[in-house]
């Protein structure tokens, strides 16, 4: 007797006498389903994510307010210290009333790379860096940042090189270069503060794609808490020297210091990491062109230090960059599904292409 077709068959010997026994294995195609409210969820999500990047960037420009307030109390690495321990003791404070506890174990990689080289390393660099060039100089460097976040995301973590991303990129790193070029002054720069800002740019794009992973396996708030913990350890070194420059400091620059800890540090940084575990590194990374024209209108309106026309016409261009960089466009997910052949219906063969 032959098989029907379609099916597979299984021949059992009953009584002396073949039957046969159809099995239910019929081949059918794969098919693709969606998830239910995966799509909704992140349209839910996405005011929320816009809300903390938005608190970040605000923070993170008034922290250039308050660095250059205490500047001539505290050193680079003093400074550093103080503001960690600021928001380390902050955040373990929140993480205790949660009750999140430690991170799993698949999450502490990413979370100590990031505590030793964005928590550390970056604030270090930069607070000494900005001593050796002027504000201008310094903040063209730093803005390098955002551009190897996005080519080390699209390459460590297989975000891809969008076209809207990168064009968005270049337009606001040139609105950048024109508000350092008019914000510089006649001070020189120096050799080392150029290397010193451009070890910050690096380390702060090496930080932020090496978190990203661990966001994965831990909350927001636990990364960023053993992050800042770590990063302070790194700087224990510097204990001494804070102590001494507090003791001499004026209450107003150590309040300075106190409001770098809580808020530009740990509510910023947890914001920032909380944006980032539900985007890109990249596009993160795009959104924080819009910190120089942030600081420009606070020192205009805290420092009255009223802006050069031209560092407006750069502020525009960084804000048109971020524009352009925030365009939503097509997922890898929705661009696989697009290029995926609809299966045929059940019951008819699919006809081969002629």
Known sequence: MSCPSGTRLKCAVVSGSSKYERKATVSRPKEYTEIPGAASSARDAAPRVLAAAAVTVVLWASAFIAIRSSASYFGPGPLALGRLLVAAAAL?????????????????????????????????????????????????IVNVGPILMAILGGWLLKEGFPGKLMAGLVVSFAGAVVVGIATSGDG????????????????????????????????????????????????????????????????????????????????????????????????????????????????????????????????????????????PGRSPQQQDTAQRPVPAPSGERARPDR
């Open 92 to 140: 373990g404070g929140v993480l205790l009333v949660r009750r999140e506890g430690f991170p799993p174990r698949a999450a502490w990689p990413g979370t100590v790379a990031s505590g030793l080289l964005w928590f550390a390393a970056y604030m270090f660099a930069l607070n000494w860096g900005e001593r050796e060039v002027d504000a201008g100089t310094a903040a063209m």
């Open 188 to 327: 020189g720069s120096s050799a080392p503060g150029v290397l010193l800002c451009l070890a910050a740019a690096i380390t702060y794009a090496l930080g932020v794609v090496l978190q990203k992973p661990a966001l994965n396996h831990a909350s927001p708030l636990q990364v960023t808490t053993f992050g800042a913990l770590i990063g302070a350890v790194a700087c224990l070194p510097f204990a001494g020297q804070l102590v001494s420059e507090v003791s001499r400091a004026p209450a107003s620059a150590t309040l300075q210091v106190v409001y770098l800890g809580v808020f530009p540090t740990a509510l910023a940084f947890t914001t920032w990491a909380y944006a980032v575990s539900r985007t890109t590194a990249g596009k993160m990374g795009s959104t924080t062109y819009a910190v120089p024209v942030i600081v420009v209108l606070m020192s205009w309106l805290v420092l009255d230090e009223v802006p050069a026309p031209l560092a407006l016409i750069g502020g525009l261009l960084c804000l048109c960059g971020v524009a352009v960089s925030r365009i």
